[in-house]
C-alpha cells in the first residue's frame, strides 16, 4: 500500500515542479520586457529640445523701410521738369511681386537723367528652419549667408592671428649698414636731386590724372548687423558703351538677410562711376536699414 501511494504522488510532484519552472521563466521574460521598455523610454526622454524661432516673424515693407528722403535723394537725382506727383512716385519706389510677404519681400527705383541712369533695389529674406531640433532659424540664415558669400568669391572671415605665431621663426640678425656712398665728382648731381626736366616728387607723371580715386573693392564689412560683405563689379570697358558700376551689400541680422544694390550707368563712353561714392552711399542705407531691424 505505502509503495503504490508513492508511485501515485511522485508523478504529482513532478508536474507542479515543471510548473513552477515555467512560472518562473515567464516572469523573467516579462521583467527584462519591462525593464528594455523603461530603458527606450528613457532613452527618448533625453532628446534636445527644438531650438526657439528666430527674432523676426515678419518683415517690414520694403519701400518704406527705405524711404530716407535725403538718403534716396542722394543715390536717386531728381530729372529736371518733373511734377509734384512724378517726384513722390520717383522716391516712393515700386514693390516686387510676392507671393509670401512675411518670407521674402523687395522694393525698386529708377532714376534716369541726361548724364546716366541709377538703379536701386531693396530685398529682405527671413530664413525659417523646417527642424528646430537640428538647427534654429538662425543658423539657416547664417548658412544662407554663407553660400552668397561664396557666390561673391570672397573669403569667409577667418580666426586672427596671434601674435605668438610668429615667435617659431625668430628674425635673423640684423643686416650691416651699407658703406656710405663716395662724393659726387665735381659737376656730377648729387643722387637725391632730380635731373634736368624730372618730375618733382608728388607730381604725377604725365598721362595721369591727379585726381583719379583708388578702387575700393570687393571685401568683407564690420559693424553692419551681424555679418556683412559688399560686392563691387565694375562692367568692361568698350569704344561705345559706358561702364556702369554695381555695388552691392549684404547683411544678416538673426534670421533675416538684407540685400542692397546700386547701380550707376553714365550715358558717355570714358565715364567711370568712382567706387568710393557709390560704395560709400549704398552702405548708409544699408546701416539705416540695419537700424530699423533694431528698432
Given at each position: 500500500m505505502q509503495r503504490t501511494a508513492v508511485r501515485r504522488v511522485l508523478p504529482g510532484l513532478a508536474m507542479l515542479t515543471a510548473?513552477?519552472?515555467?512560472?518562473?521563466g515567464l516572469t523573467g521574460?516579462?521583467?527584462?520586457?519591462d525593464g528594455g521598455s523603461t530603458s527606450d523610454s528613457k532613452a527618448?526622454?533625453?532628446s534636445a529640445a527644438p531650438a526657439q524661432p528666430g527674432k523676426y516673424r515678419s518683415l517690414p515693407a520694403p519701400c518704406r523701410a527705405a524711404a530716407d528722403s535725403k538718403k534716396l535723394k542722394a543715390m536717386l537725382p531728381e530729372p529736371d521738369g518733373l511734377t509734384p506727383e512724378q517726384r513722390d512716385q520717383l522716391y516712393a519706389g515700386v514693390a516686387d511681386a510676392s507671393y509670401d510677404g512675411d518670407r521674402h519681400v523687395g522694393?525698386?527705383?529708377?532714376?534716369?537723367?541726361p548724364e546716366e541712369t541709377r538703379l536701386?533695389?531693396?530685398g529682405f529674406e527671413r530664413v525659417v528652419s523646417y527642424d528646430r531640433g537640428a538647427a534654429s532659424d538662425d543658423d539657416k540664415a547664417k548658412q544662407v549667408y554663407v553660400r552668397l558669400l561664396t557666390d561673391a568669391h570672397l573669403p569667409f572671415p577667418g580666426p586672427a592671428t596671434t601674435p605668438g605665431q610668429g615667435a617659431a621663426n625668430p628674425p635673423g640678425p640684423a643686416a650691416s649698414p651699407p658703406p656710405p656712398a663716395?662724393?659726387?665728382?665735381?659737376?656730377a648731381p648729387s643722387a637725391g636731386a632730380p635731373s634736368a626736366g624730372a618730375p618733382a616728387?608728388?607730381?604725377?607723371?604725365?598721362g595721369t590724372s591727379p585726381s583719379a580715386q583708388p578702387e575700393l573693392g570687393s571685401r568683407v564689412l564690420e559693424g553692419l548687423g551681424t555679418e556683412a560683405f559688399l560686392d563691387d563689379k565694375l562692367s568692361a570697358a568698350g569704344a561705345t558703351a559706358a561702364q556702369s558700376r554695381t555695388v552691392r551689400i549684404v547683411f544678416r541680422t538673426s534670421n533675416v538677410i538684407v540685400k542692397v544694390e546700386y547701380s550707376v550707368q553714365p550715358t558717355l563712353p570714358g565715364t567711370i562711376p568712382p567706387s568710393g561714392e557709390?560704395?560709400?552711399?549704398?552702405?548708409?542705407l544699408a546701416q539705416a536699414l540695419a537700424e530699423r531691424f533694431n528698432e
Open positions: 510548473l513552477a519552472a515555467g512560472a518562473a521574460c516579462s521583467g527584462a520586457s527618448g526622454g533625453s522694393c525698386r527705383w529708377t532714376s534716369q537723367t536701386l533695389s531693396v663716395a662724393p659726387p665728382a665735381s659737376g616728387a608728388g607730381t604725377p607723371a604725365p557709390t560704395q560709400d552711399r549704398a552702405r548708409q
